[in-house]
């Protein structure tokens, strides 16, 4: 069972950086590919990136593509997103979570989720 905590959001200006963690209090982070979700107020849930459980593969949605970067340390079971020139309209919850699948998988296939931590970007 995976159980994930994000941490690392607050307020940042545009232009700035901020790195988010999930940790995975559970045993079995190694065996999950693990992405990044976030939800703006009033939008659906969206893709940022995700990593496979080796780190062999990873995937960014389009929009932070050259900006963020996932990456993960299985022996410290934690996830992280490092964020750099962050504009307002990557303001948002970030979520962590967890799927069997591959980094092309659609939220539908994640099975676990982290609770969220708030970005938000001021211009």
């Known amino acids: 069972q995976v159980q994930l905590v994000e941490s690392g959001g607050g307020l940042v200006q545009a232009g700035g950086s901020l790195r988010l963690s999930c940790c995975d209090s559970g045993r079995t982070f190694i065996s999950f590919t693990m992405g990044w979700f976030r939800q703006a107020p009033g939008k659906e849930r969206e893709f940022v990136a995700a990593?496979?459980?080796?780190?062999?593969?990873?995937y960014y949605t389009d929009s932070v593509k050259g900006r963020f970067t996932i990456s993960r340390n299985n022996a410290k079971s934690t996830l992280y997103l490092q964020m750099n020139s962050l504009k307002p309209e990557d303001t948002a919850v970030y979520y962590c979570?967890?799927?069997?699948?591959?980094?092309?998988?659609?939220?539908?296939?994640?099975?676990?989720w982290g609770q969220g931590t708030q970005v938000t970007v001021s211009s």
């Open positions: 990593i496979t459980n080796s780190g062999a593969a990873i």
């Open positions: 979570a967890a799927t069997y699948g591959s980094v092309w998988s659609p939220a539908s296939a994640y099975i676990n």
